[in-house]
């Protein structure tokens, strides 16, 4: 009998196919762009296991296809865009990367914040475009980090090492999620608070959340009104869990004083958003996870999974 069939939507790291091709024949789409729906729907059929990106919606009706699938391991932390109740009713094993990327996507966030705060990307504009005449007192007055107070929502493991970090600023960190814990309040020196006080409260919102039915538009009109005038937003977890039509409005009307955004409602970004206008926003490509170690043990995590699904293991990192 020939090695069973692996397809990857992308191509990933090396060093997670070098595992895939010591057990599997595995065929990959290496274009830079998604693979379309059709050569994804030709692929699946034959294939024992798939790796996926979060650009690929592996769905009810793509999985009724396959006859051999066992696996749909999924090269990111979050895994909304797999139907997993489907997978289950299949027998397909779903994975994803969980941990790996922890850090990477923290001090992303990090970022996110200071850029934001101190108007890092205005201000290197400015000295491109030739606009630095002399020094002023008034010149890119940007907003303390220093002793502020940040207000977390979703206190996963990226949540928590964003509160870690925020030690090193003697900030006064607020955090909220479905449930509290305890253990992380004492350990990192936190407290609990209802979602519509920490938004009135903190100077900075971060959202670490999941993207479920719960959190779509966690974060909308309500939420955004309820923050303070010069509060920024931060969001590297999915673009949908804020209503990006109302944060547009907030940005806009001076409801909150700016955001930092590393996800989109529509990825990528629409070249005629509004966003792309707004000097208060900083805009990135969905790199949270971008550091080279991060993408590297991701791709060893999904090649590990789906290698121990297919030796009829149950993978590590199992979400089903």
């Known amino acids: 009998m020939g090695k069973p069939k692996v397809y990857v939507t992308r191509l990933i790291p090396k ?49 009724e296809q396959a006859k051999n699938l066992k696996i749909v391991a999924n090269y990111a932390v979050g895994f909304d865009n797999i139907d997993v109740k489907a997978a289950s009713k299949k027998g397909i094993c779903v994975t994803n990367t969980p941990d790996v990327l922890t850090n990477a996507t923290a001090d992303l966030t990090w970022a996110l914040i200071l850029a934001t705060a101190r108007r890092i990307v205005e201000a290197e504009r400015f000295v491109r475009n030739g606009m630095w005449k002399a020094w002023t007192p008034t010149l890119m007055v940007g907003k303390d980090v220093q002793g502020a107070t940040l207000g977390i929502v979703g206190l996963g493991r990226i949540g928590q090492a964003v509160a870690k970090r925020a030690k090193g600023f003697s900030m006064k960190v607020l955090y909220y999620d479905q449930k509290r814990n305890p253990e992380a309040e004492e350990r990192l020196e936190i407290s609990f608070h209802p979602l519509s ?3 009135s409260e903190s100077d900075f919102v971060s959202i670490h959340v999941p993207l479920n039915k719960q959190t779509h538009h966690l974060i909308g009109k309500e939420e955004m009104k309820e923050m303070k005038e010069d ?21 806009a009307d001076g409801w909150i004083g700016g955001a930092g955004l590393d996800v989109f409602e529509e990825e990528p970004l629409p070249m ?3 966003l ?36 009829g293991k149950t993978p590590p990192d199992t979400v089903n």
């Open 15 to 63: 060093e997670g196919l070098a595992i895939l091709r010591e057990a599997a024949d595995v065929t990959m789409w290496e274009g830079n762009s998604p693979v379309p729906r059709k050569v994804l729907e030709k692929e699946i059929i034959e294939a024992d296991g798939l790796i996926s990106l979060i650009t690929d919606t592996i769905d009810e009706t793509l999985m």
């Open 276 to 311: 792309l206008q707004m000097i208060n926003v900083v805009l990135l490509p969905h790199i949270g996870s971008a550091s080279r170690e991060a993408r590297k043990q991701m791709a060893v995590v999904v090649a590990e999974n789906v290698t121990a699904a297919l030796s």
């Open 197 to 199: 006080e920490l938004m």
């Open 231 to 251: 509060a920024i937003l931060i969001n590297t977890s999915r673009g949908s869990v804020v209503d990006e039509e109302a944060l547009v409005s907030a940005l």
């Open 272 to 274: 005629n958003s509004k």
